[in-house]
């Protein structure tokens, strides 16, 4: 790799590499140390082709939920089977990976801008900016950069656009789906809610398990599924759907209501 080639973003693929490694060892004792990481579907990434692969997941973190998948994505391609022992898979991590971010979020602050060098496609939100609720159009060069992300690579998105639970699925994940027809792979988080912050950056709690499941790739007809039945079987996979309300341990209600009235607060 020449020492200034640069990925479809202008970003220096030798300056990415080393941010992975640095960050990847920082954190690595968020999920094998202070707190457990239990993985399941390690074989269903290495199963998958090197681009054109969308990842959709809940969100309960800004940036902790991201760095666990840099963790996660490259031990499995490293051989690991469901496990991050030996950090050492980061040296040479996969470099055509990315996530997508609200552009207002990764511009709060030297961290976030460091971050977003990793991998970050900064995208504005259609339907809230600063904190309040917005009505806008999207911005047609925000979809033309997950389209140059998924050509190059892999994409990660969350596409409640949101860190609470059981908000609606956006439609525009569905209409990048249907547009682009990636491999869409599900996968469904749980336990960093309890371990950090709301930004994910601070622990907030030690000893907690959390859990990374890899599920298969969605069965998705690109030619004659709708917009709405594409969004349903999002929902469903990433167990966001209304009706796996039922089955939320009361101990995670609580807290997602602890912060809903923090932000109504703050607000």
Known sequence: MGLFKR?????????????????????????????????????????????????ISNHQTYFADVVAMFHVFNAALKGREDNIKNVGYLWNPKLNM????????????????????????TVERTWRAEGKDVKR??????????????????????PQGTTRSFKPVRKGTAHIILQHKPIVVPIVIDGFRRSFDRKG??????????????KSPLD??????????????????????????????????????????ERMWRY
């Open 7 to 55: 990925n479809p973003f202008g970003h220096i693929l030798f300056l990415k590499k080393w941010l992975i490694r640095i960050a990847g060892s920082f954190t690595h004792k968020r999920y094998r140390g202070f707190n457990s990481l239990q993985i399941d579907g390690s074989e269903i990434i290495r199963s998958l082709p090197d681009t054109n692969v969308l990842f």
């Open 98 to 121: 990315y996530y997508v971010a609200a552009k207002e979020t990764m511009q709060a602050g030297l961290l976030p801008k460091i971050l977003a060098y990793a991998g970050a496609i």
């Open 137 to 158: 159009e999207v911005n047609p060069n925000d979809t033309e950069n997950i389209k140059l992300a998924l050509d190059d690579g892999w994409v990660v998105t969350f």
């Open 201 to 214: 950056l601070r622990i907030k709690k030690k000893g907690i398990l959390q859990s990374f499941v890899i």
């Open 220 to 261: 998705i007809d690109y030619e004659n599924d709708s917009v709405e039945t594409v969004v349903e079987k999002i929902e469903y996979a990433i167990e966001q759907h209304p009706s796996f309300l039922k089955v939320i341990p009361a101990e995670e209600l609580e807290e997602q209501a602890k912060l809903d009235k």
